[in-house]
């Protein structure tokens, strides 16, 4: 197929340096953004007696053909095309003759790509946003489930202080929350139309950039035609949201990992979302977890990817930004997939609420209860902190934990200690007091889950 741009030159490109040139293998997924944006800028062409009614009406209706003829299969993607933008325009023109040959005027590939590609990512953030909501919501449902179960909470990944085990569950739904927050944020800078900026100095045509940026539903148009066409700023702070979100699920997985693992044995993952060993017959691994940890990584990666593609570019478009697209799509089908698979794996999870208990026996998690106990007899906290050190190190010797520690013995450090330090350093007692503001208390997780449902309503 010869060249749209072939006008100048008198030889053909070299058979691998127009592959090595072309795009369609990658863009091709935005057929229908750029056949709607084109629609919109037909329109526009006729409002403003720039192209002749009657030869809109045969683009538009050439383009809807062609449309319907990509969704349905009757019309396949040239894979010898250059790009998506050419392939539709060259089968607009077959399929209508000289009429097609007019889209684009007052137009470049290099506004229309940047329209296409915010067209893409705004859709995709949407469905992203709705994936994220059903992660939450079934989070905050497993909290609730959960909200009784008492469970050690860490630092250092040594055992610390009770808390509930929905509570630890809620900290994933509030980190989702800001997800959403921070893709929404990047969407709202996103949403204007760099269509009519043409290859960078605008156009000599009387264009009316406000009606098509209407028409796509863009909040208004790029202010600057030089920076409409090299900004990819958006697809940079969409990467950047998604980068976060995967470091949340990534977590989330190497917590999952461990909770199920024989050392822990918090969860039981359910079969349908775990996979066997090729030679240990016993096994039951978390793949689906331990490969949203490891493709954590790729997203980062095509983050690290456009930025160093962009860092060096002089104004205003380069062919190097045509490294965008597979950057963002991948990390787009990377997110996608991972939450299809994550919600389900953590919605079908059973926790083990035995284990987490004698877990949180274990590890002298009360000992922060032991010392506020002094303290609210009238110790100061400090000297209190040592009490208690010294009192652990005792039990440690002696095989005891705090809770089986005689009472005579507890005398001898402090005589406030009396018998009623028991039922105060009980697990329950220790959670269940742990009702500041957001802390670790079973009422105090209900209460997140009602504001995370509330908030979920208004994002
Ligand atoms: N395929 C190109 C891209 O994705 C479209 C823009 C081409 N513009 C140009 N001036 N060569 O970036």
Redesign the pocket.
Known sequence: MDKMWAGRFSKKLDEKADDFNS?IRF?SRMYAQDIRGSLAHAEMLKKQGIVSAADVALIQQGLKSILTDLDNGVLAIDEKA??I?MFIEAELTSRIGEAGKRLHTAR???DQ?AVDIRLYLRDKAEEIVALIKDLATVVADKAEENADVIAPGYTHLQRAQPISFGHQLMAYAMMLLRDIGRIRDAVKRMNVSPLGSC?LAGTTYPTDRAFTAELLGFDGVTENSIDGVSDRDFCLELMSAFAVLMMHLSRFSEEIILWSSWEFKFIELDDAYTTGSSIMPQKKNSDMAELVRGKTGRVYGNLMALLTTLKGLPLA?N?D??ED?EAVFDSVDTVVMCLEVFTPMLATMKVLSKNTYKAAQKGFINATDLADYLTKKGMPFRAAYKTVGQIVADCIEKDLVLDTYPLKDYQKYSDLFEEDLYEQISLETCVEKRNSAGGASSASVRKQVAYVKEELKKV
């Open positions: 795009s863009d250059e790009d933008h470049s590939r290099n790509v290859a478009y062919k930004m045509q697209k």
